[in-house]
């Protein structure tokens, strides 16, 4: 969606929607606008492999044409803010790329992160913003707030379609969000040194805000309408500085609609969650098929693995839970056996109606961890988690009568796809 005829602003422009389909997904890794979303992931799990790409630094980038510094500064005359939902507080930033560095170990590039957290517009050079604990900028924010220290910050608005799913996905605390975009476009990524705080942010970005989080500072952020389909009360939060604006002329700036899914945000977290979590199970659990975290940004996983021994697959689901993503967001997982396609719903319900005896298959691990964003957790940030272990015993597990299952022969997938061709050719 394109927007340059905007109520209060004589050359603004709005772009909206860029990644809200599948076919824009695809377009922004590059492939085939018809690319079905199984091979989109498979094609992201393939590149995920190349990593690290050290970035390419450039200069001169457009957004370095106009500056706006300290109490001059006002960000409602530079940007075309509009509320997203009728009931969100303000203004938000929702789709811009925040990036910070470790404040004990500034020069380390692979610590220095790049992430998405929505930010309300509370005044002229002041935003609030959420660190989810379990993302990067959190930890970060602690060990400088430990100091009695501000965070130092950079905001990137309107960026590329490449670090935006960076800055959606979960990497490991050390992995450079700027060397995974180069991996996933399979060529360096193009960065820029910001002016005021030296951070590294991407040469192609429309306006950059520079500042920092004040130390041990918080007030009420909210509410907005998440991700979850359902809006967040105000909650203090932490309070954001602006000290630096440098923008293109006539930037454009990008927002992202969330609410009841789906929206453009599935679309963006979906892969982005589904591939982090099957590399980093995969690497402790080669017997890991496939993950499918589409739902909700991986609040419902649907695993499939292989089995070494009766057990085994309920302590995959366990892993997910504890993985990087999985600590704030994995709060279900269905388990199923490795010739179940996790992408293939009708398969998963088969294995759920088959397979689950609700008497011992049924985990329920209790006061666990959980982004605080989740509408059920109570206390916000505390919720009970379920494994649901749709996987066929096997030994030492001898629990069922599993007889040999109904498998189609191997030439029929042949005749199928013959099949499918003649009558595609007869239309």
Same mark, same amino acid.
């Given at each position: 969606?394109?927007?340059?005829?905007?109520?209060?602003?004589?050359?603004?422009?709005?772009?909206?929607?860029?990644?809200?389909?599948?076919?824009?997904?695809?377009?922004?890794?590059?492939?085939?606008?018809?690319?079905?979303?199984?091979?989109?992931?498979?094609?992201?799990?393939?590149?995920?492999?190349?990593?690290?790409?050290?970035?390419?630094?450039?200069?001169?980038?457009?957004?370095?044409?106009?500056?706006?510094? +300290?109490?001059?500064?006002?960000?409602?005359?530079?940007?075309?803010?509009?509320?997203?939902?009728?009931?969100?507080?303000?203004?938000?930033?929702?789709?811009?790329?925040?990036?910070?560095?470790?404040?004990?170990?500034?020069?380390?590039?692979?610590?220095?992160?790049?992430?998405?957290?929505?930010?309300?517009?509370?005044?002229?050079?002041?935003?609030?913003?959420?660190?989810?604990?379990?993302?990067?900028?959190?930890?970060?924010?602690?060990?400088?707030?430990?100091?009695?220290?501000?965070?130092?910050?950079?905001?990137?608005?309107?960026?590329?379609?490449?670090?935006?799913?960076?800055?959606?996905?979960?990497?490991?605390?050390?992995?450079?969000?700027?060397?995974?975009?180069?991996?996933?476009?399979?060529?360096?990524?193009?960065?820029?040194?910001?002016?005021?705080?030296?951070?590294?942010?991407?040469?192609?970005?429309?306006?950059?805000?520079? +500042?920092?989080?004040?130390?041990?500072?918080?007030?009420?952020?909210?509410?907005?309408?998440?991700?979850?389909?359902?809006?967040?009360?105000?909650?203090?939060?932490?309070?954001?500085?602006?000290?630096?604006?440098?923008?293109?002329?006539?930037?454009?700036?990008?927002?992202?609609?969330?609410?009841?899914?789906?929206?453009?945000?599935?679309?963006?977290?979906?892969?982005?969650?589904?591939?982090?979590?099957?590399?980093?199970?995969?690497?402790?659990?080669?017997?890991?098929?496939?993950?499918?975290?589409?739902?909700?940004?991986?609040?419902?996983?649907?695993?499939?693995?292989?089995?070494?021994?009766?057990?085994?697959?309920?302590?995959?689901?366990?892993?997910?839970?504890?993985?990087?993503?999985?600590?704030?967001?994995?709060?279900?997982?269905?388990?199923?056996?490795?010739?179940?396609?996790?992408?293939?719903?009708?398969?998963?319900?088969?294995?759920?109606?088959?397979?689950?005896?609700?008497?011992?298959?049924?985990?329920?691990?209790?006061?666990?961890?959980?982004?605080?964003?989740?509408?059920?957790?109570?206390?916000?940030?505390?919720?009970?988690?379920?494994?649901?272990?749709?996987?066929?015993?096997?030994?030492?597990?001898?629990?069922?009568?599993?007889?040999?299952?109904?498998?189609?022969?191997?030439?029929?997938?042949?005749?199928?796809?013959?099949?499918?061709?003649?009558?595609?050719?007869?239309?």
């Amino acid at each position: 969606l394109w927007f340059d005829n905007i109520r209060g602003f004589t050359d603004a422009r709005v772009a909206m929607n860029t990644i809200g389909s599948w076919q824009n997904h695809a377009i922004s890794l590059g492939l085939s606008p018809n690319t079905p979303v199984k091979k989109q992931i498979d094609e992201f799990i393939r590149r995920w492999d190349n990593f690290p790409i050290a970035p390419e630094r450039r200069a001169n980038p457009a957004w370095a044409q106009n500056t706006v510094d +300290g109490d001059e500064i006002n960000l409602f005359d530079i940007l075309p803010l509009f509320r997203l939902n009728d009931g969100d507080g303000g203004f938000y930033l929702d789709k811009a790329c925040v990036v910070s560095r470790d404040p004990l170990d500034p020069d380390n590039f692979g610590k220095q992160n790049v992430g998405i957290y929505r930010m309300e517009v509370k005044g002229k050079r002041k935003l609030g913003l959420q660190p989810v604990p379990m993302h990067d900028i959190a930890l970060h924010l602690h060990k400088a707030e430990e100091r009695g220290e501000d965070l130092p910050i950079a905001i990137t608005l309107g960026n590329d379609p490449i670090i935006t799913l960076m800055g959606a996905t979960p990497l490991k605390y050390d992995q450079s969000e700027y060397e995974m975009a180069g991996a996933l476009r399979e060529s360096p990524y193009p960065i820029a040194t910001a002016p005021l705080t030296g951070f590294d942010v991407p040469w192609g970005s429309e306006v950059i805000l520079e +500042g920092v989080i004040e130390s041990r500072k918080r007030e009420i952020e909210g509410p907005f309408g998440e991700f979850t389909g359902h809006y967040s009360g105000g909650r203090n939060m932490t309070v954001v500085r602006i000290d630096k604006v440098s923008y293109r002329t006539r930037p454009i700036f990008e927002s992202l609609y969330l609410g009841m899914p789906w929206t453009e945000i599935d679309y963006l977290m979906g892969p982005a969650t589904c591939v982090p979590l099957y590399q980093q199970l995969k690497a402790e659990f080669p017997e890991v098929q496939a993950v499918n975290a589409m739902y909700t940004h991986g609040l419902l996983a649907i695993i499939s693995t292989k089995k070494r021994y009766g057990g085994f697959a309920r302590a995959v689901g366990l892993r997910a839970m504890t993985t990087p993503h999985g600590l704030g967001y994995v709060k279900m997982v269905i388990m199923v056996d490795e010739d179940v396609d996790p992408f293939n719903l009708p398969q998963v319900m088969w294995a759920l109606s088959s397979k689950v005896n609700p008497a011992g298959d049924l985990v329920q691990l209790p006061n666990m961890s959980v982004l605080e964003l989740d509408p059920d957790s109570s206390p916000a940030g505390i919720t009970d988690k379920l494994i649901i272990d749709a996987t066929t015993p096997v030994a030492p597990d001898n629990r069922g009568h599993y007889s040999q299952p109904v498998v189609d022969l191997p030439e029929t997938k042949a005749w199928a796809e013959k099949l499918t061709a003649m009558l595609a050719a007869r239309k």
